[in-house]
């Protein structure tokens, strides 16, 4: 599956709730994110209206490495 070439921070963290994401603060133009499911752990997103390809798939694959899940399989839920 491609990755999406016109999603936004905003989009992104409200679709990472699901896996108990949630904005635990913001320092200038940077989001982090922070989960407590399966261990803690953060993500830093910047706050732009769309983000770069490569950025969205650092972001993508630290997640999917977290949840123990495929990048795809993580795209599909995400995205599918």
Partial sequence: MKLPRDLSAE???KRLERYGYSVTRQTGS???LTTTAGGEHHVT???HDFLRVGTLNAILSDV???LKK???E???ELFG
Avoid: Q
Wanted: glycine share 0%; proline share 6%.
């Fill in 70 to 72: 495929s990048k795809e």
């Fill in 30 to 32: 940077h989001l982090r």
């Fill in 45 to 47: 997103i910047p706050a």
């Fill in 64 to 66: 999917a490495i977290h």
């Fill in 74 to 76: 993580l795209l599909k």
């Fill in 11 to 13: 989009t992104l963290s």
